[in-house]
């Protein structure tokens, strides 16, 4: 999604913390793996403002990342900052459904329910066999999707957010008929000389747990499990009572 400059600032500002704060689990995860002492390259989809990716390079690796969105990218180029320069980083402006890098990658990350923007499985299975291409044989995916329970509850509702740079609404509303989400996020950011006005529609579908399952094992995964932030390796018992699932998934 194409999202513009002011919400990709607000973004930066409000959002990238929850990248910001799954980074650590997610490379100690993959550093438990074998292949992390041969593979230190990540692949980022919907990498947004690059926080995740920040992490990881601060770490040593080398990353790439991809977003549909260019002021998103800007941002991401900006906080990565002295890596781009070196040629650590890269960020490239992509569709995750149809996408093709230079790999192979030991860990390929989607974090903060990206893939639920897309319209349905197919699209899910063209996303998954883009990154089964460019994995690692003994690489891993990690993913994140709200649930149905998710929209439910965090997804109903009004949200107020103003300070000194900015003053925006947010007005989300789940259709539980059509499983689909609506957020409108709309507001100001502060300029010099006063302020700028932006408005951004963001839709969200549902994605039942075994159909995510179901998808992966079609574009070539083999090894796969619904599991929580907080414990990656261990799959969850009932994945559909969470607000939010992480998947694992290693190719066939």
């Not at 929850?18 to 490379?27: E, G, K, N, Q, W």
């Not at 593979?39 to 919907?46: F, H």
């Not at 402006?93 to 923007?117: E, I, K, M, W």
């Not at 957010?161 to 100001?188: I, L, N, Q, T």
Request: net charge negative.
């Amino acid at each position: 999604m194409g999202y513009g400059a002011a919400f990709a600032e607000v973004y930066n500002r409000r959002w990238g913390a929850f990248s910001s704060a799954l980074a650590p689990r997610l490379r100690a995860f993959y550093e438990g793996l074998p292949v992390a002492s041969e593979n230190r390259a990540v692949l980022d989809l919907c990498c947004g403002t690059g926080q995740l990716a920040r992490h990881f390079l601060e770490a040593g690796y080398r990353v790439v990342g991809l977003d549909g969105s260019e002021p998103m990218l800007a941002w991401a180029m900006r906080n990565a900052g002295e890596y781009v320069q070196t040629g650590s980083a890269r960020f490239l402006q992509a569709d995750v459904r149809d996408f093709q890098v230079d790999g192979p990658f030991g860990l390929v990350t989607c974090l903060y329910d990206s893939l639920n923007h897309l319209d349905g499985p197919e699209d899910l299975q063209r996303c998954f066999r883009c990154v089964r291409r460019s994995l690692h044989p003994r690489g891993v995916f990690v993913f994140d999707l709200n649930t149905r329970l998710g929209f439910v509850q965090r997804w109903n509702g009004v949200q107020v957010v103003e300070d000194e740079e900015e003053f925006f609404v947010v007005r989300g509303v789940y259709d539980g008929e059509s499983e689909y989400a609506v957020m409108r996020v709309s507001g100001f950011v502060r300029r010099e000389g006063g302020w700028e006005r932006f408005a951004e529609t963001v839709r969200e579908r549902v994605f039942r747990v075994q159909e995510v399952l179901q998808a992966l094992e079609t574009a070539g995964f083999g090894r796969v499990w619904p599991s929580a932030a907080g414990d990656l390796a261990t799959p969850l018992a009932d994945p559909e009572a969470c607000d939010r699932v992480f998947f694992v998934a290693f190719p066939a």
